[in-house]
């Protein structure tokens, strides 16, 4: 195997360029990075200095293959079981788990004995699991990723049905999903994980989804294990997603965090005191919304769903916009009657000169245009 490489890295809690193979930041003693090493064949947990695997037996050769896990990112892992293996260990690492499933979720559980995630089973199947039907893919899946991604600050999703998605959509709209919810994490320590299958998908279907996913060949290195009778230890690096926007000596505050105003070092402390920073990581917008001491000042962007035909339209508001012109220019648009329809937003009916400041919509949610329970006018 190569040697690693020397290249600098960001330490997401103080900004500062550090050597990726320090284990703590220099300047601010910060743990950079989690790593364990595991059996390539079954993968069990082995020490770096083990020379046969507990569990299976396999001889683990001298040299260490790595992979590199990064908040921030999605990856594309040839491999379910090893894909299940990676999600237990987040999980077990304090990162909230979300699991959406092609299986019934008592298989999940038994498979992989997951108990403490969040997870829903894609299908039409009504019953007293969590379900989401796969078709619904621009509303519900879209907006139960995204809340989730939303309310923690530290998070995990494996989606394991691809095929299933592409079959009921087609790729080019899984493609639009996964960038979605690719540009959703790109600033957050959040990781997406979707298992495949060697030949799951066309390639013009994959396509769609590779400029925003990183691939773990996991089949690869399994294949080489047979061939060489001997097998290279797995050494998975977890590193923090920098948040700090730093690029060199230039501190650069990411798009997403702009807020109006400046965030001292007694703020921050204060903010502390009042437990609301839960962690380093989390960005200066969702601190001061938690806060309730701010609200945004500029345009946000959302996506509205036609709960009659599915169709989504994107849209650019102004937090001093209210409902009513939300939905009559969304009307204008499909040519709706827009007199006998509201916003629903998670179970909120939203309606009337309430302003979007307001009613609690955000840059990036995605709401609904329904027919109004009550009648409308």
């Not at 699991?99 to 004995?113: D, F, G, P, R």
Request: glycine residues 6%; contains cysteine; charged residues 25%.
């Amino acid at each position: 195997m190569p040697n690693e490489s020397t290249n600098n890295v960001i330490c997401p809690f103080c900004g500062e360029s550090v050597d990726q193979k320090l284990a703590e930041c220099p300047v601010c003693g910060a743990k950079l990075f989690d790593e364990l090493f595991i059996c390539p064949r079954c993968t069990a947990s082995v020490t770096s200095k083990d020379a046969i695997c507990p569990l299976c037996g396999v001889k683990l050769a001298t040299e260490i293959s790595k992979v590199q896990i990064e908040g921030g990112s999605t990856y594309v892992v040839t491999d379910e079981n090893f894909s299940y293996r990676l999600f237990k260990t987040l999980t077990g690492m304090d990162y909230k788990g979300l699991i959406l499933s092609k299986m019934n979720l008592q298989k999940i559980e038994k498979k992989y004995s997951i108990t403490d995630a969040t997870a829903y089973w894609l299908t039409a199947t009504q019953g007293k699991e969590k379900t989401i039907d796969p078709q619904r893919l621009d509303f519900e899946l879209m907006y139960t990723v995204s809340e989730f991604v939303k309310n923690n600050s530290q998070s995990v999703t494996i989606i394991d049905a691809l095929t299933l998605l592409i079959s009921s959509n087609g790729g080019q709209k899984v493609g639009d999903f996964i960038k979605y919810i690719s540009d959703l994490i790109s600033t957050k320590d959040s990781i997406v994980i979707l298992p495949v299958q060697d030949n799951f998908m066309e390639q013009k279907d994959y396509d769609f989804i590779k400029e925003y996913v990183q691939p773990i060949n996991y089949k690869e290195i399994q294949n080489e294990v047979t061939a060489n009778k001997e097998a290279e230890k797995m050494r998975i690096v977890i590193r923090k997603q920098n948040i700090t926007g730093k690029k060199g000596d230039e501190k650069v505050i990411p798009s997403s965090a702009k807020v109006e105003g400046t965030v001292t070092s007694d703020m921050k402390n204060d903010l502390n005191k009042k437990s609301m920073l839960t962690d380093t990581t989390q960005n200066i917008e969702e601190v001061k919304g938690n806060m309730n001491q701010s609200v945004a000042t500029g345009p946000i962007r959302i996506k509205l769903r036609d709960s009659e035909t599915g169709a989504v339209l994107e849209m650019e508001l102004d937090i001093d916009n209210t409902i009513d012109e939300l939905i009559e220019s969304a009307g204008a648009y499909w040519e709706k009657a827009t007199g006998v329809y509201v916003i629903r937003k998670g179970n909120k009916i939203l309606r009337g000169n309430m302003r979007i400041g307001d009613a609690d919509v955000r840059d990036g949610d995605i709401i609904e245009l329904i027919p109004d329970p009550e009648g409308g006018i």
